[in-house]
């Protein structure tokens, strides 16, 4: 099946700071999504991102499916963007495979 | 988009004793629907999926079963707790097939003692 590895694996950042996350994966896919765990556990979807660019605010994405992977840059980082963030592909049928995360702490 | 709900929040359960984690979903109709658990506080572990009424497909051989009696109903179930069942559940929905975007609940968190 397909591989999917992100990177860093933890991550600390002063307030303020900004960051990109890398998520690659093995083979060509037609669903790519990223999504936040706050520290409650809750999954919170930031972006439905297959391909191209889009932005939501401070956070931003890009997914170049020709080189397998994907960026999420957090602009500005804040105390509540901590938790841990996945990313997640599907390249057949009907399961999403999720990366092992990144887990990023904001200390203020 | 779509709405998931699952109960109970917590739960405290005696090794051996039954299990049933409910989840329901708004906002959509036919949709795929999940059962992940996740038991290091970093992975998710899919468990079974359903792609309609009585359609289960399990991922890992494991203790537990799931049931989907209506559309927008996902049930996951017990007979026995292990020790090992302890864990994050989450219940997450899909519409539209592999590119559809997928959305969870609010999460169950089961501890076994």
């Known amino acids: 099946g397909i591989q999917v590895e992100q990177s860093p694996p933890d991550l600390i950042l002063q307030e303020g700071a900004n960051s990109t996350l890398r998520c690659n994966f093995s083979d060509s896919v037609n669903n790519l999504q990223w999504f936040h765990q706050n520290p409650w556990g809750q999954l919170i979807n930031l972006f439905y991102i297959p391909s191209g660019t889009k932005q939501n605010g401070r956070l931003s994405a890009t997914t170049v499916a020709t080189e397998r992977y994907s960026l999420l840059y957090i602009s500005s980082s804040q105390t509540t963007d901590s938790g841990v963030y996945f990313c997640a592909v599907n390249n057949a049928g009907n399961m999403l495979t999720f990366g092992g995360g990144t887990r990023l702490m904001v200390k203020p | 988009s779509q709405t998931i709900h699952q109960w109970p929040a917590t739960l405290v359960q005696p090794v051996g004793s039954p299990l049933s984690l409910e989840c329901t979903v708004e906002?959509?109709?036919?949709?795929?629907l999940y059962w992940y658990r996740q038991a290091a506080g970093r992975g998710l572990q899919l468990l079974f999926y359903?792609?309609?009424?009585g359609q289960i497909s399990s991922e890992v051989p494991q203790n537990l079963s799931a049931s989907r009696p209506q559309d927008r109903q996902f049930i996951l179930s017990s007979k026995k707790l292990l020790l090992s069942d302890s864990g994050f559940y989450l219940c997450a929905s899909r519409w539209g097939g592999g590119t559809g975007e997928l959305f969870f609940g609010e999460g169950s968190r089961l501890t076994v003692l």
């Open positions: 906002g959509t109709s036919n949709p795929n």
């Open positions: 359903s792609v309609g009424i």
